[in-house]
């Protein structure tokens, strides 16, 4: 096989409105030429060429994007040496849009771009082209591959990262302050002239923004902006291609820019004086008015506390910042009255609570303004001389006394008489009364320490023209105590004395109290009374510490001759007036032991060990009342018990009225009681007995003869009791025997349906139209029945 070099001729072809570049990968072609050039890679023409390895061979394209001709836009031409002209080849076109974007004529080899093409879709383009012989099917140049590279034209304006940018800057603040940075993109080829070099700058927004052509950095480009003056500023940004160029695309946004809130404004108070009214009545932490000091400034830097700095009240009002509203609350700190002060003057201060120390040239941030309060009169009630009273009263003194005076008058202006009175809750016995018109306490009832020491009553102090304006004052009062009781014996004093006792033998000591008080302590004397001074068998001895013995007077007691001593004794103390009382101790006379130990006394006062007491013989008393009351009426018990009840029950009644609570089964019951056995004794069991007691003898009951029919109900209750009379069976005489029994005295005769069925013949009705309109309905009844009949 004969292996031959073979090439292919690259035509290049520049039409009118358009231009194509075929280079070598070492350099790039620049401009026009002006005819075809036909390269020709040959290895049998050495004449003219140096054979060169493929690397270095045309293989590379260029082509401009966005073609808008009527034809296709053509690329080049491939051209091997092996081809004659006499159609024997066919050159083939594969790779990134062969048959699509790029055809070629598969005789000449001319290849042709079918649509416009987009650089910033697809740059490059890689293809491989081949020339094969179209008889036999074989390649006659090896495949070889080539780039066709799509030239940018400036077709792409700028774009912005985002439609619309926000952003923000404090006011005041310096030329130069960065805002905020913008940016925009070109998707044309940076690589390739002018057309991706963006240059921005300013539309809208001038003199307070200014925008740095290359960085797209937004800064402040005027002095001490205002928020309080303008808040909002709309700044356009254009960024424009080929470097600012005329003839180059550009792209807008819109950037809205808020200046931010310092604080640069003080507060200010729109009025220089306030004025407020407030009764006096008002209570303490009551609101009495508003004022506010207006700042431009927001949020925190428009905080202001409010404060009272001088004034001739400000211990009498306070001042309290509303944090929502930032208004100073004036409040009343103490009870006001209209009689000592109608006018306060205060002087209030507002503060920023945040300031900011880069603009306090602008002045102090704080303001003041005068308040004036006025004070309203109001109708108080009456005001006591004092909140409480404290009287002191003798328990002695008579009824009506006073005790003490209270004292109230009404504050207001118009100094409105006052009347007095107790309220009757706090005395509820009414021992102390009051003088309406002065307010002088005196007393309606006795007074007495020893029951009650202290009083506690309330006053009430009202004004005359207007009851509803009263007030209220305690008044404590003391009863103090006088000598008005006697002192009296500690306890009920019983003693004994041995028979073989000895004269001055200690036998009770005695001790006393009184109710009464006393400052120094009580001093109580004893002596025997006066009465039993002479012939005394006992003395007294007063020991001088409110104590007194009892001494025997002579030697041995006789219990049989005297068994009992009442010895008076009389007590006295020592206060003014002295008060004194005779207390009576009881002596019994007692057999006693050789070492005085008692063993027995006449009187039960003093038991003896074996002796009973007197709840016990009590006791014992009523067992055996009680055991003689049982006996006694068992006896009569079963003295009138002489028959024996058959039925014990709730129904067995003395009388002998028994009920069997018999109920009947209908008409169809054949077995019940048949009331015609009343009128035919013939039917009654021969047998039958009574059943509520246990017969003694057994007596064949007699047969009464039949009763004819419509007998008088007279004659029969007469036969009936006469049979009674001589039954010895019969029921007692107390027993009650009913007999339903109906006569035949009335007109009507029965109207029960028992016998209607035993009726002979029809009966007339006719006579109960006589009867009255009572009876009309049923003579209606009866009647038309009458007269149906005989129709």
């Known amino acids: ?10 035509l290049f ?9 075929s280079s070598p990968l070492s350099k ?16 049998n023409n050495r004449k003219e060429f140096t054979r060169s390895k493929r690397s270095w061979m045309w293989n590379q394209f260029f082509l401009l994007e966005e073609y808008t001709g009527s034809d296709y836009q053509y690329v080049g031409k491939l051209h091997s040496d092996q081809d004659r002209g006499d159609g024997s080849l066919k050159y083939i076109l594969s790779g990134d849009g062969a048959g699509d974007l790029f055809i070629i004529n598969e005789n000449t080899g001319d290849i042709q771009a079918t649509k416009r093409l987009d650089r910033e879709e697809k740059p490059v383009y890689i293809l491989r082209a081949q020339a094969i012989n179209r008889r036999t099917g074989r390649p006659v140049e090896p495949e070889s591959e080539f780039i066709i590279k799509i030239h940018d034209i400036n077709d792409n304006e700028p774009m912005f990262t985002k439609d619309v940018y926000n952003a923000s800057v404090p006011e005041m603040s310096d030329v130069g302050t960065f805002v905020v940075q913008v940016t925009a993109t070109d998707a044309d080829d940076p690589t390739y002239g002018n057309s991706a070099k963006v240059v921005y700058s300013i539309l809208q927004g001038q003199p307070y923004f200014s925008v740095e052509s290359e960085s ?6 005027l002095l ?15 960024a424009k291609d080929m470097g600012g160029q005329m003839g180059g695309l550009s792209g807008t946004t819109t950037v809205n820019i808020t200046l931010t809130d310092v604080n640069d404004n003080p507060p200010r108070f729109p009025q220089s004086t306030y004025q407020f009214k407030t009764p006096e009545s008002a209570p303490p932490e009551s609101p009495i008015g508003r004022i506010k000091a207006n700042d431009a400034d927001v949020g925190e830097n428009a905080e202001i506390e409010y404060s009272i700095t001088e004034g001739d009240g400000s211990d009498m009002f306070g001042v309290i910042t509303d944090k929502d509203t930032q208004e100073g609350i004036i409040t009343v700190k103490k009870a006001l009255d209209f009689e000592k002060k109608k006018l306060y003057t205060l002087k209030v201060e507002a503060i920023n609570t945040h300031v900011d120390p880069r603009f306090l040239y602008l002045g102090p941030f704080k303001d003041s303004t005068t308040v004036r309060i006025l004070v309203e009169d109001v109708d108080e009630p009456p005001v006591f001389s004092r ?8 328990e002695d003194v008579p009824i009506n006394s006073i005790i003490g005076t209270v004292t109230a008058q009404d504050p207001d202006v118009a100094k409105n008489p006052v009347k007095y009175s107790v309220d009757r809750h706090t005395d509820m016995d009414r021992v102390f ?6 307010g002088s306490i005196f007393t309606s009832k006795p007074l007495d320490r020893e029951t009650s020491l202290w009083h506690n009553i309330t006053v009430i102090a009202a004004e005359i023209n207007n009851p509803k304006q009263s007030s209220r004052v305690p008044v404590f009062i003391k009863v103090l105590d006088v000598n008005d009781n006697a002192p009296e014996f500690a306890m009920f004093y019983e003693t004994f004395v041995c028979e073989n006792a000895k004269a001055e033998q200690l036998i009770q000591t005695l001790s006393a109290v009184d109710k009464d008080d006393s400052f120094s302590g009580h001093q109580f004397s004893f002596s025997l009374a006066p009465e039993a001074t002479s012939g005394s068998n006992f003395t007294i001895q007063d020991n001088r510490d409110n104590t007194a013995g009892i001494f025997t007077r002579k030697n041995r007691y006789n219990r049989h001759e005297m068994s009992t001593y009442l010895l008076p004794v009389v007590i006295s103390d020592s206060d003014y007036p002295v008060q004194s009382s005779t207390e009576t101790v009881t002596i019994r006379v007692c057999a006693c032991d050789h070492r005085g130990k008692m063993q027995s006394c006449n009187a039960e006062a003093l038991i003896h060990p074996t002796g009973l007491s007197t709840g016990a013989l009590i006791a014992i008393l009523l067992c055996i009342i009680i055991l003689l009351v049982t006996v006694v009426l068992f006896a009569a018990l079963k003295r009138q018990r002489k028959k024996e009840p058959l039925i014990i029950s709730k129904e067995d009644i003395r009388d002998n009225i028994v009920s069997y609570n018999d109920e009947g089964g209908g ?8 009331i015609g056995t009343l009128r035919n004794p013939e039917a009654i069991e021969d047998n039958k007995l009574r059943r509520d007691i246990v017969p003694e003898a057994l007596f064949m009951p007699r047969r009464t003869p039949a009763v004819r029919d419509n007998t008088d109900v007279r004659d029969f209750i007469n036969q009936r009791l006469k049979e009674n009379d001589t039954d010895p069976t019969a029921p007692p005489y107390d027993s009650l025997a009913t007999y339903a029994y109906e006569g035949n005295g009335s007109v009507a005769e029965s109207l029960s349906s028992l016998e209607s069925v035993t009726t002979d013949g029809d009966q007339d009705y006719d006579y109960l139209s006589d009867w009255g309109p009572r009876f009309k309905k049923l003579a209606d009844m009866y009647g038309s029945v009458d007269s149906d009949k005989d129709s």
């Open 1 to 10: 096989m004969m292996i031959t070099y073979h090439c292919f001729w690259l």
């Open 13 to 21: 072809w520049v039409g009118q409105p358009h231009q194509s570049f």
């Open 28 to 43: 790039r072609t620049r401009g026009f030429p002006e005819k075809e050039k036909v390269l020709e890679l040959s290895g």
């Open 216 to 221: 797209g950095i937004i800064k402040t480009a």
């Open 224 to 238: 001490n902006m205002d928020r309080e003056n303008r808040e909002q500023y709309q700044v356009v940004i254009q």
């Open 387 to 394: 909140p409480a009273y404290i009287l002191e009263v003798k």
């Open 433 to 438: 009364n009051i003088n309406s018109g002065n």
């Open 667 to 674: 008409e169809e019951d054949t077995q019940a009681f048949d």
